[in-house]
């Protein structure tokens, strides 16, 4: 039979090959998952992964898609790393992008050097507003965050969806539950001209940069680290863990803020109520496939932002709901968060029947 | 007056009883120390399969049956995952969610705005027909009835039977439990499977009963409210209930309101439930003391033999 076995070590070589094992296991499972509905395996993964960057500006789509995953991303995984789980980064970023779009709207002839920053600091505050409430309900009054910045979440997509059908509705947009195109001047420069590539792709690379450097080369990043290994030695060691909670809810909710407010300004231009296709739970998976390390999420949501544009030709091509990209998704954190066993066990083949007694 | 508090309380049951299936599954799973928390998923990969095998069977015991079996099918993923590979249960929980979701919305797809075969009200003659009792205590489908069962069997399981003193015990020391020679990984792999069927059953509950129709995402984070009635009951089964009807009466009340066509936005009061799970989290949590003296002490905690 075959057994599990601590390894007492952790593997260098698992370290790195058990992201690269989960991905090629996605692959053979969704097309056999493909396969079983009649769908021809080979092509239906091809457009889900090849196709999308062959298409003219795929690049360019690419990296807009990544910019508020790899963004959320980092913040959740130095959230994690503390074992802190904020797993409703969608309300953080769809509040942010509520409080940044409100901005655009209230002063849309304000001049842009002045507005902009505003935009994206009312955006920030958002996103920190709700997370910081989760950690002070977590730190005051015990409550799980788990739970709360869940709920956080649904409550935020309702108080969007009453907005923009409400008082924030266009009145010249025939009745769509949608606001008003924000002002040009509101809406933050472009990298290129004409294009979509908004300040968010720039700072998604910084932030994860910047986050890495706390992380692996602060005090503070130690105690994040600490906390989330051993909490009681953090605990012993005098790190408060409250303070720690704080930091951890407010970057993460703030990151996830930013991500929405430059995707309410930078990609869509309004408010809409299905802002979010579930970034903020993608998120999640793209820390994890970075190994919570905010670097690695670079590659990660790279890669997980290429299944949303997947999704999206293989609806257009093959005509398959683009749902699909919520199981793609969804089996590779199972893989991913299986391989990662091999990090620190071995499997050996046992002949059958004897059984270590230890 | 009368009629009102009829439809009411008719209402507060329905609403509550996926809850309730889905949260007595959680509870047992919670109490040998796992915690699931794919149960959005696993309800609506019930939802789907049990519409989908109603609508194909002309059937809705079938339907039933298939979303049991559906339940079952995730929740094993689940446990192969996270019991024999021992990863963690926050992160798998989530990947069963999020697979749950994608996978009921993609084989969904074709089954929105279709009707199936509902399941059927009781009517016992003479009782049901009794006012305001009849319609309360007599009038509802199986499933509600079989909720309130399976909770009664699983409050007696847990504090009255052998099986449920080596429930506890794995739940509670799984070291322990190891030591007087109790197979905890299969222990555990039972309990999943058991909250798996309950969630499944939960979102047959959804899509043949309670809103008789498949949309995506119809479930709409019960899965999640359960999980934290599980927290807010504080492992007991008798709170479970009250914290169902609690909810279900939230629920009831912010479509009734909406009915009624009062000046609140309907998207705010569909808010209220979510509002309400916070604010009794909170309540309930806030006396820590208490929550871990009830709380399974290997919860979330992964057992290796030697390890």
Not at chain 1, 31 to 60: E, K, S
Request: one cysteine or more; glycine letters at 12%.
């Amino acid at each position: 039979m075959l057994r599990i076995e601590p390894r007492g070590c952790e593997s260098k070589f698992w370290r790195y090959a058990s992201p690269l094992l989960a991905l090629v296991l996605t692959g053979v499972v969704s097309g056999l998952i493909f396969a079983a509905m009649g769908r021809p395996p080979g092509r239906t993964v091809y457009t889900f992964l090849v196709m999308p960057l062959l298409q003219q500006d795929g690049l360019q789509a690419l990296a807009v898609k990544a910019a508020p995953l790899v963004m959320m991303g980092v913040g959740l995984s130095l959230a994690y790393r503390a074992n802190v789980w904020n797993i409703g980064a969608d309300g953080q970023f769809i509040l942010g992008a509520i409080c940044g779009g409100g901005m655009a709207l209230a002063f849309p002839d304000a001049p842009a050097w002045a507005i902009f920053p505003v935009v994206v600091l009312a955006g920030i505050i958002g996103g920190m507003l709700n997370g910081g409430l989760v950690a002070w309900l977590r730190i005051r009054f015990n409550a799980n965050e788990i739970l709360t910045s869940l709920m956080f979440a649904y409550i935020s997509q309702y108080l969007l969806v009453y907005l923009v059908t409400g008082p924030w509705r266009d009145p010249q947009g025939y009745g769509f539950p949608q606001t008003a195109m924000f002002a040009d001047n509101t809406l933050g420069p472009r990298l290129v001209a004409d294009s979509n590539l908004h300040i968010g792709v720039v700072l998604a690379p910084l932030v994860a940069v910047a986050l890495w450097l706390m992380l692996e080369r602060s005090l503070l990043g130690f105690q994040f680290r600490v906390l989330g290994q051993a909490a009681r030695a953090a605990r012993f060691a005098g790190f408060r863990e409250s303070r720690l909670v704080w930091v951890a809810m407010l970057i993460s909710g703030g990151l996830a803020g930013l991500a929405g407010v430059l995707e309410a300004t930078g990609t869509v231009g309004q408010l809409t109520p299905n802002l979010s296709p579930g970034y903020g739970f993608t998120a999640i998976i793209v820390a994890f496939l970075g190994r919570l390390n905010p670097l690695g999420v670079i590659p990660a949501g790279l890669l997980l932002a290429l299944t949303y544009l997947g999704g999206d030709a293989a609806q257009i091509s093959l005509g398959l709901p683009n749902a699909v990209t919520g199981i793609f998704q969804g089996i590779l954190l199972f893989f991913l968060l299986g391989c990662d066993m091999l990090l620190l066990n071995r499997v050996r083949w046992v002949s059958g029947g004897t059984r270590a007694a230890r | 007056m009368t009629t009102l508090l009829v439809a009411f309380l008719v209402s507060t049951i329905a609403a509550a009883t996926p809850l309730l299936l889905a949260a007595t599954g959680e509870l047992v799973v919670e109490k040998t120390g796992v915690l699931n928390l794919g149960v959005e998923g696993m309800m609506l990969g019930g939802a789907i399969a049990g519409f989908a095998a109603a609508h194909g069977t002309g059937l809705a015991s079938v339907g039933v049956l298939a979303a049991l079996a559906a339940g079952v099918a995730l929740s094993l993923l689940f446990a192969v995952i996270c019991l024999t590979l021992q990863t963690n249960q926050t992160a798998t929980g989530l990947a069963l969610t999020i697979f749950g979701r994608g996978f009921s919305a993609l084989l969904g797809a074709g089954y929105v705005g279709i009707p199936a075969p509902t399941l059927p009200k009781l009517h016992v003659p003479g009782l049901s027909d009794l006012p305001v009792l009849g319609p309360v205590l007599f009038g509802h489908d199986a499933l509600v009835y079989l909720a309130l069962a399976l909770l009664a069997a699983v409050a007696w399981c847990i504090r009255w039977t052998h099986l449920g003193l080596v429930m506890r015990a794995v739940g509670d020391s799984h070291e322990a439990a190891h030591a007087l020679g109790y197979p905890v990984v299969a222990i555990r792999y039972g309990a999943v499977a058991f909250g798996g069927a309950l969630a499944g059953l939960a979102g047959a509950y959804m899509s043949l009963a309670y809103t008789p129709m498949w949309a995506q995402d119809m479930t709409a984070g019960r899965g999640w409210v359960a999980v934290a009635l599980v927290t807010f009951s504080a492992w007991r089964p008798v709170w479970l209930l009250v914290g169902a009807w609690f909810f279900g009466a939230l629920m009831y009340l912010s479509l009734y309101v909406q009915a009624l066509g009062v000046a609140v936005p309907s998207a705010l009061l569909s808010a209220l439930p979510y509002v309400g799970t916070v604010v009794v989290l909170v309540l309930i949590s806030r006396d820590a003391r208490r929550i871990r003296l009830h709380r399974p002490a290997m919860l979330g905690r992964p057992f290796q033999v030697g390890g």
